[in-house]
């Protein structure tokens, strides 16, 4: 069992289909909540809840950590690509029905922090299949303790997308943060950038909120706080090291 | 039309019996090589039925040692299983899937497997003693007698045993003098008493063949226009109450409307529809797992931090409606890789409109499975449906473990389903007020 306990402050709820009645349904640890207008956090279905318990287990094997993460990355794209612009089109169905539907407006393109955001790629192409994806490797100067640029390879055209920025785990924010200014000096308009994270910790994303008003971030869960080394607890650890090497 | 008040929800509940749930079963008697077999075979092979073989019971040693000396009376009442016969009989009245037991004659024992019967609208029952049970008789629809001269019996018999049981003549001949004649006299015979029909000259009496095939065809129709009716019926009740809860209806973000756009416009490239298609089946897989049952699971993290999480409480596995639930396969491999997948093919009939069952295979331990989910593209009237959920009752599924997917469903249908199966969970992408015919399989498979 675990040493430390978790902290009395996260969230718990009942969690299933709201015909079921409360005491039918399982209680877990849902996300917390930030008051911040522009974070995005998917809805905490139990389907959500048993995948993040899935790769946040110390025991789970890489293989299974792999697919399981997939599938929340496939739901955190979705539920990003509803937040672009639309323009209304009506269509004739197959059986000549009208249908009033939406199509959408303006470029994509994804940009992945190196090496965790990378492992999001694939979900973002299972939903858009010949997007344009650049790359930001941001490393922690040794001299300076401050995150650095050390390579970014990106669009030339990246001032007239919309940007999806990939990083699965937020904790202090450090690289998103330099990686957002790395767009922005490229002409990105901040309004134009959609942060998908799958786990942040919520002092870091309020204030990474703060700081960048007009960007949007959607997020799969909100956790508890960070510990005195800057881990996210409960976390689920290194998600670049289970992902990739371990 | 019955209709009870339940008293646990408001619901209203329906009732709906599909055609399998009266079997009409035919018996067929008569001596041994009265050609009683090749009639029921022909009859059988004209209308596409199933077949039940022997209920012999299961030979003590002893008794076996008798059988294959040929001393073992098999021609006697005392050999057959009746009490295992009625059992699957009145299984199979109650439109339950029953398991028939395979007997070997080389080996004088019933085998190991069965074989599983399983929605038959009309059942032929054949032996010498069909008719010798009152309890078989009062389960038969009709009773029919095969009458024919003693040495023709004998002489077929013998052609028959050495032929297809691997017998030698002196012991056909043998059986027959000890056993089959004095059998014959005192349990086959009076049973023309109580047949509704005696047939001589068996196989070569085209008139009875013919008649027989003409009742049954007639049974058949009776319960094809029975069941035709009570969908009817079921679609005109509670046309404008509103929808059950259990009834999931996704909520339309701009993305999935944007893929219902390209997925419904007509001009969309045969590879894009299959792209989108699969991209939201795989949404719509997602929200149908919600409804599946999760328990409470503590775990760790790498850090050492405790998280209250779930896991699923158990095996969830799908049942595919063919053709159009096969669409859902590849997005179900994307969800569960390994999911179980049983299929069953159920068509219109094209001159009556009426959902016939065609093909059926399940997991074995379907009832046993934590959640089961059914997986079809379109709903129009909803008959494929109600038909799909009462196969998985019939199968032992308890119906709130039935979470039903599916990507557009006309309001009516899905109503009458909920009607007669309120404890079932439905997962809709698109709720049509109109019922539409099926155009997602052309298009996804392209033909």
Redesign the interface.
Known sequence: ??????PAS?P?QC?????RAVADK????VSAVVSSDNVYVLPQ???L??L???I????TERADFI?YSN?II??LV??G??H?P?IE?N?????G?T?N????QGKICGVSIMRAGEAMEQGLR??C?SVRIGKILIQRDEDTALPKLFYDKLPEDIANRWVLLLDPMFATGGSATMAVEVLKGRGVPEDRILFLNLIASPEGITSFAAKFPRLKVVTAFIDEGL?EKN?I??????FGD?FYTI | MSQLESHVTVQKRAYYSPPWADVSIIAVAGSSGSGKSTLSQTIVKKLNLPWVDSFYKTLTPAQSKLAFANEYDFDSPEAIDFDALINTLRDLKAGKRAEVPVYSFAKHARLEHTTSIYSPHVLVLEGIFALYDPRVRELCDMGIYCDADADTCLSRRIVRDVRERGRDVEGCIKQWFAFVKPNFEKFVEPQRKVADLIVPRGIENRVALDMMVQFIEKKLFEKSTHHREALARLEVRDRDEPLS??V?VMSE???I??M??IL????TSAEDFI?YFD?LA??II?QA???VQ????S??????????????KGEVSAVIVLRGGSAFEPALR??I?DCRTGRLLIQSSYSTGEPELHYLRLPEDIHKHESVLLLDTQMASGGAALMAVQVLVDHGVALERIVLATYSAGKVGLHRLMTVFPEI?AVVCNLLPHA??R?VE??YFRC
């Open positions: 069992m675990a040493e430390k306990p978790a996260a718990t969690v299933g289909p709201t015909f399982p209680s877990a640890t279905t139990p389907q809840i048993a993040l318990s899935m946040r287990n110390k025991d697919f599938r496939r739901l979705e539920e690509l509803n672009l639309v089109k269509i004739t169905t197959p059986v029905r249908y539907g939406l199509m959408f299972d939903c299949r510990d881990y607890v409960p976390g689920l650890g290194d289970r | 809860d259990r999931v973000g701009p993305q409307k944007f219902n756009t419904q416009d007509i001009d792209f991209r795989a949404l997602e797992l919600n409804n999760f328990e409470e699971a775990i760790e993290t790498p850090p050492g931090y405790t998280y209250n999480g779930l896991r699923p994307k969800t890789p969970t539409e015919q155009w052309k298009r």
